[in-house]
């Protein structure tokens, strides 16, 4: 029944380290979201894709990459962590066809890096 | 610079009363205007949308209001219930989202 998954829930890893988050909507929208929440619960934007292509890329370092297979699914790889990407990360989808409708957002994978 | 300002980081209320909630932008000219919810350790909820043309908007317990010249929304929430504690999230709509920094509402018994 869940409309937007995300996993893992939880992610504690070293420094350096490369990991991947993977998100699912299961609602047929077109398109997708990664947000970033930072311990000062400051939710902002890092990329949007619609049918699979990237739309919105914000200031992220390049050591994020977002990546989507399909419609229904939107990875976001991160290389080289570094101790300042511990946030919590959330997935979103949304209707496409040009009109603004809301976004539902996943549970949120909190990571930690130390 | 840009920037979105929610009035309070925290609001404390006695259930039953109306909780209001402001969100203060400036160098902004957003279409459109979301408030979301957000419970502790979990994704924002969409509550309500309003546009640019619209003054306002209600559903059930909820009332947004937008003023474009005042560059503000004013979000109600009437008869507020203990259930009602969460953070509220305005959201500006230009070509993406950009969220508020939220306020944390407390609604006592």
């Known amino acids: 029944d869940t409309a937007v998954s995300q996993t893992p829930k939880y992610l504690v890893t070293q420094m350096g380290n490369d990991k991947s988050i993977k998100c699912e909507q299961n609602?047929?929208?077109?398109?997708m979201y990664w947000y970033k929440q930072d311990s000062k619960k400051f939710l902002k934007i890092m990329f949007s894709?619609?049918?699979?292509?990237?739309?919105i890329n914000e200031t992220v370092p390049n050591r994020f990459s977002p990546k989507s297979p399909d419609k229904a699914h939107l990875n976001l790889h991160i290389n080289s962590l570094e101790l300042g990407d511990s946030a919590v990360y959330f997935c979103?989808?949304?209707?496409?066809?040009?009109?603004?409708?809301?976004?539902?957002f996943g549970p949120g994978t909190r990571l930690t890096v130390t | 610079s840009q920037k979105i300002e929610q009035n309070s980081e925290a609001l404390n209320i006695q259930e039953g009363k109306t909780a209001t909630l402001t969100c203060n932008y400036t160098?902004?000219?957003?279409?459109?205007l979301q408030w979301y919810r957000q419970d502790p350790g979990r994704g924002p909820v969409f509550l309500l949308l309003?546009?640019?043309?619209?003054k306002e908007k209600r559903k059930e317990r909820l009332k947004v209001t937008f003023d474009t010249t005042l560059k503000q929304s004013l979000f109600h929430i009437t008869a507020s219930q203990p259930a009602d504690s969460a953070t509220y999230l305005c959201?500006?709509?230009?070509?993406?989202?950009?969220f508020g920094t939220g306020t944390r509402l407390q609604v006592f018994p």
């Open positions: 979103a989808s949304s209707q496409g066809g040009g009109r603004v409708h809301e976004q539902y």
């Open positions: 609602l047929g929208h077109d398109t």
């Open positions: 894709y619609n049918n699979k292509e990237l739309i």
């Open positions: 160098n902004y000219s957003p279409a459109y």
């Open positions: 309003i546009r640019e043309n619209e």
């Open positions: 959201a500006l709509y230009t070509d993406k989202l950009i």
